[in-house]
């Protein structure tokens, strides 16, 4: 099993920053890649960027330029979100993407809230 636990997150000004922080623990060995999702109210939850082990990466069209995604190491994984507007408020969920015997699986933080306002 592998435990996600996230930090960072909060309110901040439109045109501000924000850092998001996860760190899972247990079978990291399992682990394939990391990422950050986000869900706002009455939308289906979206993925904003990740990245393999391999340093691969990956981020939805609206981030593209905004937000940073890294990771120093396996277990961890940071976003970097900068430019923010009121349109990136949600709650953010880090993700693991796992492979045990040959089989794929999600494993996700608690979430934490983005407010975007003035």
């Known amino acids: 099993q592998v435990q996600l636990v996230e930090s960072g997150g909060g309110l901040v000004q439109p045109g501000g920053s924000l850092r998001l922080s996860c760190a899972a623990s247990?079978?990291?060995?399992?682990?394939?890649?990391m990422g950050w999702y986000r869900q706002a109210p009455g939308r289906q939850r979206e993925l904003v960027a990740s990245?393999?082990?391999?340093?691969?990466t990956n981020y939805a069209d609206s981030v593209k330029g905004r937000f940073t995604i890294s990771r120093d190491n396996k277990n961890t994984v940071d976003l970097q979100m900068n430019n923010l507007n009121p349109g990136d408020t949600a709650v953010y969920f880090c993700?693991?993407?796992?492979?045990?015997?040959?089989?794929?699986?999600?494993?996700w933080g608690q979430g934490t809230q983005v407010t975007v306002s003035s």
């Open positions: 993700n693991a993407r796992l492979i045990v015997a040959g089989i794929f699986y999600n494993r």
């Open positions: 990245m393999t082990n391999g340093g691969v």
């Open positions: 247990g079978s990291i060995f399992s682990i394939t890649s």
